[in-house]
């Protein structure tokens, strides 16, 4: 089964290797994200990852609902 989660872009780098990439914060912790099919994609949307790959903008209410679950199911516990 896969899993995509959703994070917010919290910076964008064009430059990087060609590709759209950038910063996107899941739940406090920060990775780098290629942002290439949601080109679209603006400073402070929620975007859905998979593999470091965005594959979706959702709007902030399902990110947070998506959020409520997984903490629900202990997904953020070590």
């Known amino acids: 089964m896969c899993l995509a989660v959703p994070g ?3 910076s964008i780098d064009p430059q990087n290797s060609g590709l759209l990439t950038g910063q996107v914060e899941f739940g406090g912790v920060t990775r780098e994200v290629c942002l290439a099919c949601t080109p679209e994609v ?3 949307d929620f975007v859905l990852v998979h593999a470091g790959l965005s594959l979706g903008i959702v709007d902030e209410e399902e990110a947070r609902t998506t959020f409520e679950y997984l903490a ?3 997904a953020f516990e070590e």
């Open 8 to 10: 917010k872009v919290i």
């Open 42 to 44: 603006k400073i402070g």
């Open 72 to 74: 629900e199911i202990g």
